[in-house]
C-alpha cells in the first residue's frame, strides 16, 4: 500500500493553483479584456476622432457661412442674369427690327450703315440663331463705341467677326461685321403663347 504524504499532496495542490493562475492570466485575463475594455477602447478612439472631426468642422464654420453665402449670392445673380438674357431673345426672328436698332444705335454714335445681309436661321435645342452681315463705315473712334453699344442693345446680339479697312490717318473707314441674334428660345415662346392666350380671351 501506499503512504498518504499530505505534504506532497499539498506541494502538489500549489503547483495545481499556480498553474491555475498562469492559464488565467495568460488566457482568461486578456479573453476578459478582449471582450469588455477593447470594445470600450475602440469606441474611446471613435469618439475621440469625431470630436475632433467635429471640433474642426466648427472652427471652419464662420469660413463655411462665408463661403455658403457667396455661393447663394452667385446663384440669384445667375439666375438674374439668365431672365435678363431671355427677356432680350424674342420669340420670332424680328431681323427688321433689330436692324431699326443697330440703326439708331449706328446714327447715335456716327457710324452710317451701307448693307445689312440677314443670313439663314439656324435651329438648336434650346433656341435658334441667325448670322447677320454688316458693312458700314465710320471714324475708327464711333465704330468702337458702336461695337461697345451692341452689348447694350435691347436685343441681345453676339459679335462674332470684325476687319476694319483703311490705314491712318484716313477720317472714315469702312467695316465688316458678323453678328449672332436669337429667337425662339422655349422662353420666349412661352411667354408669346401666353400673352396670345390672353389676347384671345379678351
Excluded at 96 to 109: N, P
Amino acid at each position: 500500500m501506499f503512504e498518504h504524504d499530505p505534504e506532497k499532496s499539498m506541494r502538489c495542490f500549489a503547483w495545481a493553483l499556480h498553474g491555475l493562475g498562469a492559464f488565467v492570466a495568460a488566457v482568461v485575463v486578456p479573453t476578459v479584456w478582449w471582450m469588455t475594455s477593447a470594445p470600450l477602447e475602440f469606441a474611446h478612439r471613435d469618439h475621440a476622432a469625431r470630436t475632433s472631426e467635429l471640433a474642426e468642422l466648427l472652427e471652419r464654420s464662420n469660413e463655411v457661412k462665408a463661403e455658403h453665402a457667396r455661393l447663394t449670392a452667385a446663384l440669384q445673380q445667375f439666375k438674374a442674369d439668365a431672365v435678363a438674357i431671355q427677356q432680350r431673345i424674342p420669340a420670332e426672328s424680328l431681323e427688321a427690327e433689330f436692324l431699326a436698332q443697330l440703326t439708331e444705335t449706328a446714327q447715335t454714335e456716327g457710324v452710317h450703315i451701307l448693307d445689312y445681309r440677314p443670313g439663314v436661321a439656324t435651329a438648336r435645342d434650346e433656341y435658334s440663331q441667325m448670322e447677320i452681315g454688316l458693312s458700314c463705315q465710320g471714324t475708327y473712334a464711333s465704330l468702337c463705341r458702336f461695337v461697345s453699344r451692341l452689348e447694350e442693345m435691347p436685343r441681345l446680339a453676339h459679335l462674332v467677326a470684325l476687319q476694319i479697312e483703311g490705314q491712318p490717318p484716313a477720317s472714315i473707314y469702312p467695316a465688316e461685321m458678323s453678328l449672332v441674334i436669337y429667337f425662339g428660345g422655349k422662353a420666349s415662346v412661352k411667354t408669346a403663347a401666353a400673352k396670345e392666350a390672353v389676347g384671345v380671351k379678351r
